[in-house]
């Protein structure tokens, strides 16, 4: 069974922390994705990868950085945690050219107090 | 980032009722897609659009393709508890392109 796994699913951080949100893919994907979740707003995407090393700002990059050191793992970084920044968090992988086919982890609840 | 406009934000239903949702973009896309995100649960695909005017089902949920490919439909006949969720249209304007997403609409079917 396909799995897209993200390390946390509930997060609770101070303002002003480094936040580390995880992701791992098992289906060999050359492309992996971060959007963040707002009620009201849908999916915004924050950055993506479409290869090792490789990666691109999406429509919100503002507050955060990305790591793509291993084909199966995509990092999403919060260099300093701002309230503004609690939200869902959602990681997507795609097979290279399959854009539209995306497979989405259960998401990471990330609460900056 | 453009949005894509989805109504209705929300539903409240009967079970058994049919539902309609739709969304609509001031620019073109070539393929069209219809998520559903189960609560607790990452989006997953239900229906991929790739022509003007195609017409798709998938069981009980049937997805259109808009003539001007600025909107799409979905409808949902005979509700049941488990279609109960988020549902987000999704726009993509090239093929291999990233995706836009809608605002959602939030599904709540009353048994």
């Known amino acids: 069974d396909v799995k897209v796994t993200q390390s946390s699913r509930y997060l609770v951080k101070r303002t002003g922390e480094k936040v580390f949100l995880e992701c791992v893919q098992d289906m060999d994907h050359e492309n992996m994705f971060w959007y963040r979740q707002d009620p009201g707003l849908g999916l915004r995407l924050i950055y993506f990868s479409y290869d090792v090393k490789m990666k691109e700002k999406g429509d919100i990059p503002e507050g955060y950085s990305v790591s793509r050191e291993k084909k199966e793992r995509f990092s999403l970084i919060l260099e300093s945690a701002s309230t503004n920044q609690t939200s869902m968090y959602l990681c997507?992988?795609?097979?290279?050219?399959?854009?539209?086919?995306?497979?989405f982890g259960s998401g990471t609840q990330l609460s900056v107090l | 980032g453009q949005q894509l406009n989805q109504s209705p934000q929300s539903m409240f239903i009967q079970e058994g009722e049919d539902v309609s949702m739709n969304c609509t973009s001031s620019s073109i896309f070539n393929t069209w897609l219809w998520y559903k995100q189960d609560p607790g649960e990452g989006p997953v695909l239900l229906i991929a659009l790739y022509k003007a005017g195609e017409l798709t089902s998938n069981g009980r949920l049937t997805a259109q393709f808009g003539i001007t490919r600025k909107d799409s439909f979905l409808n949902i006949s005979a509700s049941i508890p488990s279609d109960v969720g988020i549902y987000f249209c999704a726009g993509q304007r090239t093929s291999g392109s990233r995706l836009t997403f809608g605002e959602g609409t939030q599904l709540t079917v009353n048994p």
């Open positions: 997507a992988s795609s097979i290279q050219g399959l854009n539209e086919k995306l497979f």
